[in-house]
């Protein structure tokens, strides 16, 4: 059996229409079991995933997140992924994991997003500047051609050199005023404490969470948690490991009964909005399991390719 080896070139291939189907159509099969190991040394982290989902395979995803690598001039996460065969547990490809890690990422907020938000959504905030963020505008714009972006980062230079990126995209100094004036807001930064605060949300707003992924990160303060409607992309991965809940949790604000719903309750209808004023929060854990269905789906794309 050949292993096939991926890199960016398969983009080509990809769509995120296609990702988001396959993301639905993976947790239509049986529940993933999955395994994280996260090992810390001060602000880095040392994260291997695993997942097997039968029906469709297994993956193992090992990533290094090393907050200083920028002050080198190299990427802050970095790291491996490997896919095997579902039926003989053979090694079927070796998949860039800057790819995989795009499209998973960015995938799993837009299925949230294309979910939770509001139809007549226009106006989406990015808060953070780096390349999470971009990818996400990249992401939305497919659902939403004709939405307008605003990006804040803490560097208003930062936010300005992403800005002349994309032509329908501005930078703004004044958080709160962007925040009360957007219908989507994706945060994708690296805090240990809450940016965005639930007083200046408005009624009708869906906010997709991506940047804490620690015990010890938070993005939102405990007012927009107790404001919104919570879901998550898995409940095995977010209640129990990420600040984001775990800290609001621990200390009474919310209850692990408080999550609505995750990607596993699509199919029963209750990943979804219940009207056009409640607030709602996606918090994105990004899973092994959701590597596994990312993986695999860039492996069938590019097979396709190969074969056509």
Known sequence: MSVAQIGFDAEASLTWVDLTQALQAGHQLPKAEISDILLYRNKDTLLNRAAWIDGMGQLVKVATIFPQNPTQDLPTVNGSVTLYDDLTGLLSAVIDFHLVTKWKTAGDSLLSAKLLARPDAQNILIIGAGTVAKNMVLAYQSHWPNARFTV????????????????????????????????????????????????????????????????????????????????????????SHIGELKDPIARGVIDASDVKADFYDIASGAFARSSNT??????????AHLDLMTADYISRAWQNRKSS
């Open 152 to 239: 804040w980062s803490r560097s208003f230079v930062g936010a300005e050199v992403m800005a002349s990126l994309f032509p329908n995209m501005c930078a703004t100094q004044d958080l709160a005023g962007a925040v009360a004036q957007s219908d989507i807001i994706c945060t994708a930064t690296m805090s240990t404490t809450p940016i965005l605060q639930g007083a200046w949300l408005r009624a009708g707003t869906h906010l997709d969470l991506i940047g804490a992924y620690r015990p010890d990160m938070r993005e939102v303060d405990d007012l927009a948690l107790k404001r919104a409607s919570i879901f998550v992309d898995s409940r095995v991965t977010t209640i």
């Open 278 to 287: 409640e607030i709602t929060i996606a918090k994105n854990g990004g899973g």
